[in-house]
């Protein structure tokens, strides 16, 4: 069923996107008088149609291959690779027999649309859900790491303060692009002193390997707590670091022979010290229980607003049988106006073109690895397994955008290999000849091919944990 929603948000998302993006070549194809034959969703490839109809001159349909959609402009080398309609003397209702500058126009209209998508999405999407965020001060514990935290050089507890000398004032400007996309300053505070981390080029690998979110600690953190019915599934911490926060049991200890519920631990006691030691991390916790196996330990707790002591005998196997939850940081709520809420949509939308540019410039210049490049399945993983209108949209107007700029490269049989071929034919003064157009067309094809395996086959690996 979770696999059923996430290709449900995917084909959605998608669909709406290649529509819009389609249409950006249509109504431009149109405007200058040139004749569209077909406007299609997804490829109908060997002519295998699921919907088609036709209103005017124009067909339109859904396709059996789920990998984009076209439309198929008259006189115009495309993915069609309508040869034949090529060797007749041009029409005046032609692409080909239009001005370059025309025809440039029309190449860039899905591009356009889709910027233009991106940008309204984000403006309404501020404008109605406003933000939410936690206040960088709030985390008076600091971060955990995770193993790409780790790499980067921080250690629990420590504080965020700055990114390229610039105050954290939000905390998901931690999981901005800044600190993604690597290169950057991290200005820390560790026992009171300033420290500067620099934050490797090489980040975006680690993060394609073991993920970008916040990982979550479960209610069971660590081995050594665990259920009378069996061990704790415990998740392997892999993201880049977890707000930390005070810890409380989030569950009435089992009855039946655990050392919690025989010493009298409530759901909600919030733990303060054990052993006389603050107890600041879970770890803090779990691994003085553990010293202490088959062994009386005095922990303190708050109760309703009073300090009280209990002392449990820790089972031989290192455990006291609670399970655990994490306080509610303070959180924060912004509203903005229309005006407002419309430049911040530019602002993210020009925000992710350039993310974009300087993604594929490291990978171009080997600085991260290509397996950074992810398929639909990575981006319906990214969708998620709950639909969450805001999530959808947000996520949704960020695809937009990536499609624009990846629409915009100068490979043959996209949007951008047109481009470049209109704006070389315009500096000659002539176009180039039919004859390249179609080899240019071929290879692009196989570079696309060949990107495409090479995603689906890292999305892949990835399942299998590769």
């Known amino acids: 069923m979770d ?56 067909e339109y349909g859904i396709g059996w291959l789920p990998l984009g959609g076209y439309v198929k402009i008259s006189g115009m080398i495309d993915e069609s690779m309508d040869i034949e309609q090529m060797k007749q003397p041009a029409q005046p209702w032609e692409f080909r027999a239009k001005p370059a500058w025309q025809r440039l126009i029309v190449m860039l209209g ?13 403006w309404m999407v501020t404008f109605k859900y ?17 193993i790409i935290g780790r790499e980067i050089g921080l250690k629990d507890g420590d504080r965020i ?18 600190v993604l996309l690597g290169g950057s300053k991290l200005t820390i505070s560790r026992e009171g002193k300033a420290i500067d981390l620099t934050i490797p080029e090489s980040v975006l690998n680690s993060i394609s390997k073991y993920g970008i979110e916040e990982f979550v600690m479960p209610k069971m953190v660590a081995a050594k707590i665990k259920k009378v019915n069996g061990p704790a ?61 088959g062994k009386p330990v005095e922990v303190n707790i708050l109760r309703g607003g009073k300090e009280l002591t209990l002392t449990p005998k820790v089972a ?23 005006g407002e809420s419309f430049s911040i949509g530019i602002h993210k939308g020009i925000t992710t073109i350039t993310d974009n540019a300087k993604g594929i410039w490291k990978m171009i210049t080997g600085k991260v690895s290509a397996r950074n490049i992810s398929s639909p399945i990575g981006i319906a993983q990214v969708y998620g397994s709950e639909f969450d209108w805001e999530k959808f949209w947000r996520l949704t107007g960020l695809i937009s955008m990536a499609l624009a700029f990846m629409n915009l490269l100068p490979i043959p049989a996209l949007d951008g290999g047109h481009v470049v071929f209109l704006l070389i034919e315009m500096i000659k003064g002539k176009p180039l000849s039919d004859k390249f157009m179609e080899k240019a067309q071929i290879v692009g094809f196989v570079i696309l091919l060949c990107l495409m395996v090479f995603a689906f086959g890292n999305d892949i690996l990835k399942l299998f944990g590769k």
């Open 316 to 338: 031989n196997d290192g455990t006291v049988g609670i399970i655990m939850g994490r306080l509610a940081l303070p959180s924060k709520h912004i509203t903005y106006g229309f």
């Open 3 to 58: 696999g059923l929603i996430m290709a449900g948000q995917l084909l959605l998302g998608l669909s709406i996107l290649v529509i819009l993006h389609e249409l950006g070549h249509f109504l431009a194809a149109r405007a200058f008088g040139i004749k569209v034959e077909k406007f299609y969703l997804f490829f109908d490839a060997w002519g295998v149609k699921l919907v088609s109809f036709k209103v005017g001159e124009t």
């Open 110 to 122: 899905g591009i356009i649309v889709n910027v233009i998508v991106g940008i309204f999405i984000f």
């Open 233 to 293: 599934d415990v998740k392997v911490k892999k993201g880049l670091f977890a707000k930390l926060r005070g810890f409380f049991i989030a569950e009435e200890p089992v009855k039946i022979a655990t050392p919690a519920f025989d010493a009298g631990f409530k759901e909600g006691d919030s733990l303060l010290a054990i052993n006389g030691k603050a107890v600041k991390y879970l770890t803090d916790f779990t691994s003085e229980v553990e010293k202490f196996a």
């Open 161 to 178: 303060l700055a990114i390229n000398g610039q105050k954290v004032i939000k905390f998901d400007e931690l999981l901005s692009s800044k």
């Open 130 to 146: 406003g933000e939410d965020y936690i206040p960088n001060d709030q985390l008076v514990n600091g971060v955990y790491p995770g």
